[in-house]
T-cell receptor
Framework: TQLLEQSPQFLSIQEGENLTVYCNSS?????LQWYRQEPGEGPVLLVT?????EVKKLKRLTFQFGDARKDSSLHITAAQPGDTGLYLC????????????FGSGTRLSIRP | DTGVSQDPRHKITKRGQNVTFRCDPI?????LYWYRQTLGQGPEFLTY????????KSRLLSDRFSAERPKGSFSTLEIQRTEQGDSAMYLC?????????????FGSGTQLSVL
């Protein structure tokens, strides 16, 4: 059973459209991170959210941490082909502050 | 380039053979992680080190897997008697101190194919 569930698993949209990716869990996280991974490479950190209800913006990307610290979302405005990749949420558990747990990933494809 | 480096990038082996992967973390990073990732999935935690001490191992890590970080710098991951189910991308990551919420720096991974 995946501790962090991401939805959708796959998303293919047209350039210029908006999209939202969700990351959900029944567990409470002390902080949550979003990474982006390209084929043949390791994940690269996009953002860390640490406070329940926190919203962070990174250009066209908006990240939100749920009030209960169990879920998060990533919203992309006016998607571009360069946004294509595997988006991974990852959480640090209160019960095991020693390692980070990754979600199942959302594979995003932006068509020109 | 001062990022995390992994060697080799690709490894093809026959079932039953032993393989060893190497990870060189960013210099002076105390925390080092190993993850395994299969196609279309997120990375699965295998083990981590704080300096030279291996502090946790996942239940995914059978007796055929062993990892070391002898001097608290580079690390090796060995798989003995490989099986086809071991085919995956093996990712190494490091972080400066191992603090909660700290950024992980990943290498490009070693892609293992067991025939």
């Amino acid at each position: 059973t995946q501790l962090l569930e991401q939805s959708p698993q796959f998303l293919s949209i047209q350039e210029g459209e908006n999209l939202t990716v969700y990351c959900n869990s029944s567990s409470v996280f002390s902080s949550l991170q979003w990474y982006r991974q390209e084929p043949g490479e390791g994940p690269v950190l996009l953002v860390t959210v640490v406070t329940g209800g926190e919203v962070k913006k990174l250009k066209r990307l908006t990240f939100q941490f749920g009030d209960a610290r169990k879920d998060s979302s990533l919203h992309i405005t006016a998607a571009q082909p360069g946004d294509t990749g595997l988006y991974l949420c990852a959480g640090w558990l209160y019960s095991s502050a020693s390692k980070i747990i990754f979600g199942s990933g959302t594979r995003l494809s932006i068509r020109p | 380039d001062t990022g995390v480096s992994q060697d080799p990038r690709h490894k093809i082996t026959k079932r039953g053979q032993n393989v060893t992967f190497r990870c060189d973390p960013i210099s002076e990073h105390n925390r080092l992680y190993w993850y395994r990732q299969t196609l279309g999935q997120g990375p699965e935690f295998l083990t981590y080190f704080q300096n030279e001490a291996q502090l946790e191992k996942s239940r995914l890590l059978s007796d055929r897997f062993s990892a070391e970080r002898p001097k608290g710098s580079f690390s090796t991951l060995e798989i003995q008697r490989t099986e086809q189910g071991d085919s995956a991308m093996y990712l190494c990551a490091s972080s400066p101190r191992g603090l909660l919420g700290e950024k992980l720096f990943f290498g490009s991974g070693t892609q293992l194919s067991v025939l």
